[in-house]
């Protein structure tokens, strides 16, 4: 993929030092490997291109002039999905304009986004819901998944289980009370055969808008939940061997809370790609997986989630048929080069004034190709 010589990229990111997940699994993972230069993205500036993440502040992102330069919103969470009245949705943007990441005060957040999806000339999401809410606002949305390349080591081969077993759980602090969702299941199955389950996530974190407020301990958290949970603390250098080292991964999701149950299937591919056999919540992005894989491992109760607990501890022959299912599903529809391919095409349709068709999906899932001409090729 050639791009104009001296294309001038700005980026708006989640993190200063852009190491969160969203800067260095999405664009910043796709610029390293494409060889392209970017710089942090000021509002009063001329740019090419400007990436924004959700972090961005889309008070000024939204009202940057078209003559300026184009937008890429990477708009990754169900926000959309939210109800008006939800109490966290009212206090939102109240919330961003006080800690100063909005420097003008949105008291309707949702309206904001938006908003924020009407200036922007493409935008990317991470599951087909928040693509059709999207498309109302942009008519140009590209489904994209995160990068795991720099995670994942190598593949879990032994599939052997001690007396003990061992499950993995992975994520951000603040979603480890999601275990709470099975606990009645764990507690159902500890009555036949003892477990431990690794966590690994950061040891301190931020409760609202990532980490400026209320600074809380995982590990006390972890107590309150289960005296099972042993924390890891996040490292991309160990975190493939703890994985690997497990027998099965869990990842509960509250199936009545919007924004969790919008939540993409990455961690699900994450685990797949190491080899690690997952059990599931079954919500639409993650039963679509499954579907899609030809396995079924995604639960909706406790009688669900303790049935498949009991089968798959049991069974080393269904854990690495599981596994080796997942494994081939994302090679064939989840690599690097494809997930790669995706950005060449969204910074292609800016490029090129070509707006993705909003009734063909664009995501991991379609065959992609590029115009032999013009600027993108």
Known sequence: MNFPR??????SPCSSSLAA?????RFCHYAAQRNLRFEIARPDEAYDIVILTQAADISLWSRYPRTRGKIIFDFVDSYLAIPDHDPKALLRGIAKFATRQ??????????GLEAMCRRADAAVCSTETQRGQILPQCPNVHRI???????????????????????????????????????NALQDFERTRPFRIHAITDLEYGRFLGGRWIRRSTVEEARRISPQIYLYAWNERTFSAIARSCDLALIPIPLDDPLAAGKPENRLLLFWRMGVPVLVSATAAHVSAMDESGMNMACTSRRQWLEALQYYTSNQAAR?????????FVAERHSEKHTLE???HVLGSVLSGEAANPR?????FSQV????????S
């Open 6 to 11: 001296g294309l001038r990229i700005g980026y």
């Open 21 to 25: 997940p969203g800067d260095r699994r």
């Open 102 to 111: 909005n420097r003008r005060l949105l008291l309707n957040y949702k309206r």
């Open 145 to 183: 998944l995160d990068f795991h390349s720099s995670v994942v080591r190598s593949a879990k081969s032994d599939y052997a289980a001690e007396e003990v077993f061992h499950f993995v759980w992975e994520g951000q602090p603040g979603n480890l009370r999601h275990l709470l969702e099975i606990k």
């Open 320 to 328: 690495k048929h599981a596994a080796q299912r997942g494994m081939a």
């Open 342 to 344: 995706l950005w060449d």
């Open 360 to 364: 063909q999906p664009i995501d991991s």
């Open 369 to 376: 190709s590029t115009s032999p001409t013009g600027a993108h």
